[in-house]
């Protein structure tokens, strides 16, 4: 399981990212949102796609408009230890190498990159 804290590099449709675990929750602790979906429907829903569980992770993004900047982005893991963003698209996560805690860990497939 991803702890908050680890780098890990996230890759998907658009690339590979290097990003901060921000917070990680499994789907029987997540929190009810003010104006957000009824949190019992949106765990059945979870239970049913075999969600076991879901992280909330930052990188540094650069935009010729805004410059350099901090995107958030949500990701789920299943129960298969495929990793999905909130589109429903694959991703893929590692945990950086000499990162504080399970140096070991890798979900899905692939290495990461040789350069940050």
């Known amino acids: 399981m991803l702890k908050r804290g680890q ?3 996230v890759t998907g449709k658009a690339g590979t990212v290097k990003a901060e675990v921000v917070h990680v929750e499994i789907p029987d602790r997540l929190p009810s949102i003010n104006g957000a979906a009824e949190l019992s429907r949106v765990k059945t829903i979870m239970a049913e796609w075999g969600i076991v569980q879901v992280a909330l992770l930052m990188h ?3 935009t010729p408009a805004r410059g350099k900047h901090q995107v958030t982005f949500g990701a789920l893991e299943n129960s298969a230890g495929e990793w999905r963003d909130l589109k429903g698209q694959r991703l ?3 945990l950086k190498r000499g990162d504080e805690c399970d140096d070991d860990y890798s979900s899905s497939s692939g290495s ?3 350069s940050e």
């Open 7 to 9: 780098i890990v590099y």
């Open 92 to 94: 893929t996560i590692v």
């Open 60 to 62: 540094d993004h650069r």
């Open 112 to 114: 990461p990159p040789r």
